[in-house]
């Protein structure tokens, strides 16, 4: 095998490919990625860990066709020291066979890593029995992720809230597909239109490393939208990134996901109307003082402002006001101020929507203008316990 490659092109493809492996995993063939070259046709690069497969064919100059299994991280860590305005050149000689190593040149510098037969690389079943195969806008897919993932519970023990929710709705006439997560404090959800190619979609749990990786191949997708395909127990994509066609294989995550309809559909009679950007910078002065990991903060709302508070045994207090609009009676409500500040910042209009009932009810907090990608989220307040 001999190819020869430019090192920035090496190092995306690399990038991606460890994001799905552990460190830990280093010494095993899942801690090692295949390097397939092809004269004529490029190098394949392909990775997994038995729950993702992730694979790029690169367009470069190949010599000898050839495939071995190389530490994936030890790789890496090499091309990303390389010189970035150098070729690497990647090559096992025949008359090296005896010689377990394959050498890698660039500039001056020269390696031997050890490999793994190819052989050895796990064959796992990506399949095509696919319900849904649908292209997608890729800003449009980004952005929903984006906003569900922001509450998914952060404990991979509970395999069915330790990801993002993809269903459509129950009610066929509504033509969306949602996705959602909980971590039983908030509820955050996300919806784009129906397509009639996604009628069939059926409802999936995305663990949470899927959607992560996921989201860096879509930022480093050069095409506006990519090829996305589910079926009962897997979800794949393929993304175009620059010269690399890049495919992406996940295991779905199996179990129930809590039935969160009911808390969504909660009906409100108090409407609050804030600026985002102001509200968040408010709570955020006022956490400053807050240094329990309940964060609780304040607010003591009237038709025309809110007052928000903090106080600490240890650090003292905070109080700040904020113009707002509130069609109600004077209430107060508690928040912690991280969950809500975190919430908040995935509205992109200038102001946003609380909807309320009472103090000790969840709140539903929305943009104030629709978007092509919808958006709402669900917060429980918590009670302050007086010293």
């Known amino acids: 095998m001999k190819f020869t490659i430019h090192q920035k092109t090496l190092e995306r493809a690399l990038f991606h490919a460890i994001g799905i492996i552990e460190k830990n995993v280093a010494a095993s063939i899942k801690g090692h990625v295949l390097l397939s070259a092809k004269a004529g046709r490029g190098i394949m690069i392909k990775t997994t860990n038995m729950d993702i497969v992730f694979e790029t064919n690169i367009p470069c100059d190949v010599e000898e066709s050839g495939s071995y299994c190389v530490p994936s991280h030890l790789l890496y860590d090499i091309t990303k020291k390389m010189s970035s305005k150098c070729d690497i050149t990647v090559q096992k000689l025949d008359s090296d066979r005896d010689d377990d190593t394959i050498n890698i040149f660039s500039d001056r510098a020269s390696f031997k890593i050890n490999y793994i037969s190819a052989d050895k690389f796990p064959v796992l079943n990506t399949g095509d029995d696919f319900v849904v195969k649908t292209s997608i806008g890729v800003a449009q897919f980004k952005e929903a992720l984006n906003i569900a993932k922001v509450a998914i519970l952060n404990d991979p023990t509970r395999f069915s809230m330790h990801g993002i929710h993809i269903h459509r709705d129950s009610d066929d006439s509504v033509k969306k597909l949602y996705f959602v997560s909980t971590d039983w404090f908030r509820v955050a959800r996300s919806s784009i239109d129906l397509t009639d190619d996604m009628r069939d979609f059926p409802p999936v749990i995305v663990s949470r490393k899927t959607v992560t990786e996921l989201l860096k191949l879509l930022d480093s997708a050069t095409s506006d939208t990519f090829e996305l395909m589910v079926s009962e127990n897997k979800i794949a994509a393929n993304i175009d990134c620059g010269d690399t066609k890049t495919s992406f294989c996940s295991r779905l995550v199996s179990g129930t996901f809590p039935n969160y309809i009911s808390v969504i559909n909660t009906q409100h009679n108090k409407r609050l109307v804030i600026d985002n950007e102001q509200f968040i910078k408010s709570i955020d002065r006022v956490s400053t003082v807050i240094s329990d990991q309940v964060n609780a903060v304040k607010f003591d709302i009237s038709s025309s402002k809110v007052v928000i508070s903090g ?77």
Do not use: H, W, Y
Not at 344 to 372: C, E, F, H, Y
């Open 311 to 387: 106080a600490d045994r240890e650090l003292g207090r905070a109080q700040e006001e904020l113009d707002a609009q509130f069609d109600s009676e004077p209430m107060t409500i508690n928040f912690n101020g991280r969950f809500i500040i975190e919430l908040l910042k995935n509205i992109s209009t200038k102001k946003s929507i609380i909807l309320m009932s009472q103090g000790d009810m969840a709140v539903k907090i929305l943009p104030d203008a629709q978007r092509d990608v919808g958006c709402e989220f669900v917060l429980m307040p918590i009670e302050i316990t007086k010293a």
